[in-house]
């Protein structure tokens, strides 16, 4: 009796890097494939009652692709707040706050969900601790 059955598709266990090749990345910069907590504050400048705490699932140094409960129109300015860093008991947090645009919609694998795509207009960093005072402010 073999080990696998003969109905599956045949697949590389381990494919060589020298066989394959690197294939460069076309984006300008480059993203990264990161799960980070995302809340979505307001669309239209419009506060969101309560903001739902959604999840990253690519971030780059320019933009940022979630996935959302709500049909967001291309173009809309939005703010988000990303959290870089979580520490425990709130000592050391980075959370990036931003405006964005949206460049994409898509429709996502979830009904009644959307893939979001959007560009940060102004970034800033929030941190819950100071800055030791070894380090000059600027």
């Not at 419009?46 to 699932?57: A, G, I, N």
Request: net charge positive; charged share 20%; aromatic share 8%.
């Amino acid at each position: 009796m073999p080990l696998r059955p003969q109905t599956q598709v045949r697949r590389f266990d381990r494919v060589p890097t020298h066989a394959v090749g690197i294939f460069p990345e076309h984006r300008e910069y480059p993203r990264a494939t990161l799960k980070l907590p995302l809340r979505l504050r307001s669309v239209n400048n419009v506060l969101e009652k309560f903001p739902v705490t959604l999840v990253t699932r690519d971030i780059s140094s320019t933009g940022v692709y979630f996935l959302c409960p709500k049909h967001v129109a291309i173009g809309t300015p939005i703010e988000l707040e990303i959290v870089l860093v979580s520490r425990p008991l709130g000592h050391g947090n980075v959370v990036a706050a931003t405006m964005a645009h949206v460049q994409r919609l898509e429709p996502a694998a979830m009904p009644g969900w959307y893939g979001v795509a959007a560009s940060f207009d102004d970034l800033k960093f929030d941190r819950d601790d100071g800055v030791p005072s070894r380090f000059p402010e600027l």
